[in-house]
């Protein structure tokens, strides 16, 4: 944590507790979170199910308060949800009753941007997801793949400074998901954005990521955060590479023993 | 030892449209209502009993409303009718959307008006009807608010649910580009409830119909509810089904440009029910 001013993203002592219907005292979410993010950085957050990985992108977008602690983007504390991040769903989330250029231009035309320069500047990132033809069609029309293109065009538009995609190919078959990879790292490395990427796939997160933040179980700390190191730009090819086993072994160790932590105490909890 | 031989089925399966077999239902129906009154026109009874005062043919009832048509009393009472149901459906559409609204988004407001819009709901309108007579006199006034009665309640309650059930991930995509409420309830909220509006207003439609005719039955000076009650109240059988086919047909069309509208704004939607249909058949 040394070049503190050098980084895109800094994270301080974040904590954060719902109350529960159930138990008078509040649950907690996470226990003191901090870590920091370099500008054009791609990261991924992985850990148990039910940690509390989408909550915390959440946090990071402003989308849900948080307790305690800071979040900096550029220096400057985020507060609020804004066009200067950019939110990729986990469902692809598109107005079914607008068209694919429709759905595009929508941060810009919150923003109050003339018409005309919207719908030049989202032909260009519809081209970019790869959907040049298909700006008049409507989101049933399309694949999930496609939609999926759709919701990163309609984040990618507004230029925001920091990317947060929660699990965007979670509902995607292995095949299309593999190419919807191979095509995030390309248009990476042609915007040069920094990411935060929560998967609950770990070779998705290795494949994609510099590094992986690896979160604890509930209430969630951050377990290690592993360097990938692998040259980019990265073929396919790479996962099966012996360097990509290991570190998916690694990192799917430090998951395994949380998991089966997280399942002793619920144990115990219920027991009690 | 036998040869098989290929032989044509005994009946050619029949290809028909959805429509055509709908259609050739109905004719069949009338066509055996013409011919049973025609039975029952040769027997004895017939004279003896007067059946000509109780019993019509459908032959009739177009030549009914021919002579309807032709003096001008048709045309009347559907204008009436119609004005009826149009000030009381625009009403209702006024009053109900807004509503239906305002008690999705505001929960204390929703707790102050849910026993009241219960009450009046469980009521039967029909028996609002008289004291509404009472209260507002003869004329197009009393009948439009018996029709607005009927018709609100399906479109509150639809919108009621409509805006209840907008997406919250589709709200969450206006938030996280920093989209103010009004944003939220122009490009979200609305557009995702529409179709749900639209159905409550289809629904409306028979209920507003039903308004018509009951407030014209308990005072009226013209409609086609009154229509059907004045020549019932003569014994002439013939113009009173005139009213009732008018009015069948009038609420018919009706649903159907409802259901065209529908289809119309919000394609998506008959996509969206046709899956979920084909959902529910592989389970």
């Not at chain 1, 800094?10 to 500008?39: G, H, M, T, W, Y």
């Not at chain 2, 020549?231 to 089904?241: A, H, L």
Request: charged share 20%.
């Amino acid at each position: 944590m040394t070049e503190n001013s050098a980084s895109k993203l800094v994270v301080q002592n974040l904590r954060k507790s719902f109350r529960s219907q159930r138990s008078a005292e509040p649950i907690q979410v996470f226990d003191d979170i901090s870590f920091e993010v370099r500008p054009s950085e791609f990261i991924s957050l992985v850990g148990p199910s039910g940690c509390g990985k989408t909550t915390f992108l959440r946090i990071l977008d402003g989308l849900i308060p948080r307790d305690e602690g800071t979040i900096l983007l550029d220096g400057k504390a985020v507060i609020k949800p804004g066009p200067d991040k950019g939110f990729v769903f986990q469902d692809a989330s598109l107005l079914l009753w607008r068209t694919v250029v429709d759905n595009v231009v929508l941060g810009l035309e919150l923003q109050g941007i003339d018409k005309k320069i919207a719908r030049k500047k989202a032909e260009l990132y519809i081209a970019l997801v790869g959907l040049k033809g298909f700006e008049q069609h409507y989101p049933h029309e399309l694949s999930g793949g496609m939609q999926q293109r759709v919701n990163l065009a309609r984040a990618l538009i507004v230029d925001p400074q920091i990317l947060l995609m929660d699990e965007p190919f979670a509902s995607l078959d292995a095949q299309t998901r593999e190419i919807m990879q191979a095509e995030l790292l390309k248009m990476w490395r042609q915007t040069r954005k920094t990411v935060i990427f929560v998967t609950h796939q770990i070779e998705e997160a290795i494949y994609l990521s510099d590094r992986v933040v690896v979160f604890s179980a509930r209430p969630a700390r951050i377990r290690e955060i592993v360097e990938v190191g692998l040259p980019r730009p990265r073929s396919l090819a790479v996962k099966r590479s012996p360097e990509f086993l290991a570190l998916a072994d690694h990192v799917w160790n430090l998951i395994q023993e949380e998991v089966l932590r997280s399942m002793g105490r619920e144990i115990e909890e219920g027991l009690r | 030892m036998s040869v098989a031989v290929k032989t044509a089925p005994p009946f050619p399966p029949l290809r028909r449209s959805p429509q055509l077999t709908g259609a050739l239902s109905v004719l069949a129906g009338i066509a055996l209502w013409q011919v049973f009154y025609d039975g029952l026109a040769r027997t004895d009874y017939f004279q003896a009993y007067a059946i000509n005062h109780f019993f019509v043919s459908p032959w009739q009832v177009v030549q009914s409303f021919a002579d309807l048509y032709q003096s001008g009393e048709l045309v009347r009472n559907c204008y009436f009718s119609f004005l009826e149901f149009f000030y009381g459906f625009l009403l209702a559409i006024a009053i109900g959307v807004p509503l239906g609204f305002l008690m999705a988004t505001q929960e204390k407001l929703n707790n102050f008006l849910d026993p009241w819009v219960s009450c009046i709901y469980a009521t039967p309108r029909v028996a609002l009807a008289p004291i509404v007579v009472v209260w507002f006199g003869l004329g197009i006034l009393p009948s439009s608010l018996i029709v607005f009665l009927g018709a609100v309640f399906p479109i509150l309650l639809n919108t009621y649910t409509g805006i209840k059930s907008v997406r919250r991930n589709l709200i969450d995509v206006v938030r996280a580009f920093g989209g103010s409420p009004w944003q939220i309830f122009l490009k979200v909220m609305i557009p995702d409830a529409t179709p749900a509006i639209i159905t409550g207003m289809r629904l409306a439609v028979g209920r507003a119909v039903i308004g018509v005719v009951v407030a014209e039955l308990f005072g009226a000076e013209a409609g086609l509810g009154f229509m059907v009650y004045l020549y019932s109240q003569r014994f002439m059988p013939g113009p009173v089904f005139v009213g009732i086919v008018v009015l069948v047909v009038f609420g018919i069309a009706a649903f159907v440009a409802l259901d065209k509208l529908q289809r119309w704004v919000s394609p998506w939607y008959a996509f969206q029910l046709q899956q979920q249909v084909q959902g529910l058949e592989m389970e």
